[in-house]
């Protein structure tokens, strides 16, 4: 095994030399070609005063010289006698609506008309890498300059044949030739309602993308999700620009639409034990799993129905279960000494079941939904691991009160979720068919500040507790404001759990730079001294970052590292009693729903360390990635006197090296085949070490993942 696992260590080596052989040596061959304009851009500053143009360039170019000859006019010059006239990719027309070039003897002249709704003063200098051209645009009152023309403008020409062309025209004629200059901005409004049918869940590859392409003023935090997928598009050149999700539908007004959904096929294999996260009705058992899932969407005025269900299969094969005992009461197949509904095995047979997977119902009102849902939710910016809801556990049905879409003010945008549902306990947790129901409550917050751009902050308080006989009352209602219990509450009918986190994630475009952290607690009522003196004890929390690297327009390199630790390590809780997160002692199915946690897909007490480096390009996306897990240490901790009496004397008396870990080495590739097909290859080799705190018990369990989807982005719509 051993050997096994230094051959491994080779070849993520060996892919890690050659993904960055891919993209260094042909920076170094291109920096020595001609310079080529490969597209203009535009940014919003960080600062929120203006904009900045960019001009990509490949090489260096000799000069320029940019003129502001009118108040919504530039004219630009790139001299150089290797640069030649060309297509290159141009920006949306909401600041820059027209672009012309012109051949000059010494470069390339252009005309740049910029939108009149704002006076800008220009400032123009070459970028860091002294190649490409920033043209800084800064918001003022009044314009008062103007330089003389640097070439013969085209502009003049170009008015007298749009004179021409209007001259005898009827009104109805030129409205037409009006909408299709601004059709763009048209297809934005008229369909802001069906793209909201397009709602991106983290597991779906073009979420984490979309999510690193957002501007700082773009709409969405991401902070509360699915988040739907029009909240996303803002960047207008990038490695999967020409792929049909990003592609442009009808700008007709329309009463209502109908939108069929990505068939999927995802087919898994366990080699040793069970394995697999994030992937909701699914549970990964040793051996063969599939899930298939497809659905429909439909919008009739204010009504939004989603059909999206998925259909699960597990082998379940057969593995060596921990011989370490259960708590009092509870099945064989339930986690050794856990108050958490998580069995090691779903019993003994192959598993078939039907899911309404992210199926719901919603009724919209002026940007405000109430709705009947089954689909999962995710809170805060993690991309893994989050505190309280992740894609985990299957989702739970539910009724909810909230935000359609970010409600925007004066002072930024608003994101809102206040829901109430029902968790369901697995077949496999114990014999007692009278607690198999929890009734759950959440509050969710996200605000995003117009005075700090790129900025996104959020909280959640989250609560549960046994359904109560005569259903929910106000107090079960309003559960998620109530304030914490302390621990001496040992009633199933009174007792309640609540955890809370606050969260936030910054992004900085300039830089391809993003921050986020969560912070969160899963704490009885304590006593404000008590809090101040040891606030560690109880905690959870989530670091994490983001950086891109634009190689050219069609390559990019991303960088992801996120820390998540819901563990109780401390030398606090090693003297006093300490919960323990997802696990509850009076509510013993914990923060679970059909066998899966809810929150992040570690487990109960554990911490995780993860690395991702992605390389995308127009093709699609290669990857390599590092985890380390330290599984359940809080049940390590706890139990310390259990384990030294079940265990031989005196080796494993002093409990050294008996922590179970996780290393964990993922390979990813993602390739956009023709007619719309999509391959996604998963391959993760995970070593396991002091199974079930034994000293040596060590294991590799090799996960092969396949997904292929049939990419259906077809829209059915009836104007008004």
Do not use: C
């Amino acid at each position: 095994m051993v050997k096994i696992a230094k051959e491994y260590h080779k070849i993520l080596i060996l892919l890690i030399i050659t993904i960055s052989s891919s993209f260094i040596f042909p920076q170094i061959v291109k920096s020595q070609q001609q310079p080529v304009l490969e597209r203009i851009s535009v940014t919003e500053r960080s600062d929120w005063l203006g904009f900045v143009v960019r001009l990509h360039l490949t090489a260096p170019i000799d000069s320029f010289n940019v003129a502001q000859t009118e108040s919504h006019l530039l004219q630009v010059i790139l001299y150089s006698k290797s640069l030649n006239m060309g297509e290159f990719l141009e920006p949306d027309k909401s600041l820059v609506t027209d672009i012309s070039q012109v051949e000059l003897q010494d470069g390339i002249g252009f005309e740049l008309k910029i939108n009149d709704e704002h006076s800008f003063e220009v400032d123009s200098y070459f970028d860091m890498n002294l190649r490409d051209l920033l043209i800084s645009l800064t918001y003022t009152n009044e314009f008062h300059a103007q330089d003389p023309p640097i070439f013969t403008s085209v502009t003049d020409d170009l008015n007298e044949k749009e004179e021409v062309k209007l001259s005898g025209q009827s009104d109805e004629v030129i409205e037409s030739i009006v909408e299709d200059i601004y059709s763009d901005s048209a297809m934005r409004s008229s369909f802001q309602r069906i793209t909201d049918l397009d709602r991106l869940l983290p597991d779906d590859p073009f979420e984490i993308y979309t999510r690193s392409m957002t501007s700082a003023g773009s709409r969405g935090s991401y902070l509360l999700r699915p988040s739907t997928a029009n909240a996303n598009l803002s960047h207008d050149f990038h490695p999967w620009m020409n792929h049909s999700f990003f592609g442009d539908q009808q700008s007709e007004n329309i009463d209502a639409a109908v939108v069929l959904y990505s068939p999927k096929v995802f087919r898994s294999h366990n080699t040793e034990l069970p394995m697999g996260n994030n992937d909701g009705a699914l549970w990964q058992g040793r051996g063969l799993n599939y899930q298939f899932s497809a659905g429909f969407g439909a919008i009739y005025g204010p009504l939004t129905i989603v059909f999206r269900p998925s259909l699960v299969m597990s082998e379940n094969r057969e593995f060596e279960l921990s011989p370490r005992p259960q708590l009092r009461g509870l099945s064989i197949y339930a986690m050794p000494l856990t108050n958490s509904d998580i069995p090691q095995r779903f019993g003994e047979d192959s598993i078939n079941r039907f899911d309404l997977g992210d199926s719901f119902v919603e009724l919209e009102y002026k940007g405000f939904a109430a709705g009947f849902s089954n689909q999962r939710i995710w809170t805060g910016p993690a991309v893994y691991n989050p505190l309280i809801f992740s894609y985990n556990a299957p989702g739970f049905l539910h009724t909810y009160l909230g935000t359609q879409s970010p409600f925007e003010f004066r002072y930024g945008q608003l994101e809102t979720k206040w829901f109430w549902g029902g968790l369901r306990e697995s077949d496999y947790f114990d014999e007692d068919p009278t607690n198999d129901l929890r009734f759950v409550t959440g509050l969710i917050f996200a605000y995003s500040p117009s005075v700090i751009p790129g900025l996104h902050i959020g909280f959640n308080r989250t609560a549960f507790a046994y359904y109560p006989e005569g259903g929910p009352g106000l107090s079960n209602i309003l559960m998620a404001l109530r304030m914490s219990q302390p621990d001496s509450i040992d009633n199933t009918e009174e007792a309640f759990h609540s955890m809370m986190s606050f969260f936030g994630r910054w992004v900085f475009p300039d830089i391809g730079f993003e921050f986020y952290a969560e912070w969160g607690r899963n704490d009885n009522r304590r006593r404000v001294r008590d809090f101040i003196a040891e606030p560690e004890l109880n905690r959870g929390y989530v670091l994490g970052f983001i950086k891109n690297f634009d190689l050219t327009t069609s390559r990019k390199l991303q960088l992801l590292t996120e820390i998540t630790n819901v563990e109780n390590s401390s030398v606090t809780s090693q003297q006093r009693k300490f919960n323990t997160w997802y696990e509850h002692n009076v509510i013993r199915q914990g923060f679970t729903n059909r066998g899966q946690v809810l929150g992040a897909n570690i487990g109960p007490g554990s911490s995780t360390q993860i690395m991702r480096l992605s390389y995308y390009e127009k093709r699609g996306m290669l990857g390599v990635s590092a985890q380390r897990v330290a599984m359940q240490n809080d049940r390590f901790h706890r139990f310390r006197e259990t384990y030294r009496n079940l265990d031989p004397w005196p080796q494993y008396w002093f409990m050294i090296d008996r922590h179970m870990i996780q290393m964990n080495y993922g390979f990813h590739a993602l390739a956009f085949l023709p007619y719309g097909f999509e391959l996604q290859l998963d391959y993760h080799i995970a070593k396991f070490d002091n199974i079930d705190n034994f000293w040596q018990r060590d294991l590799i369990n090799n996960h092969f993942m396949l997904t292929m989807r049939y990419n259906l982005r077809s829209y059915f719509s009836i104007p008004n």
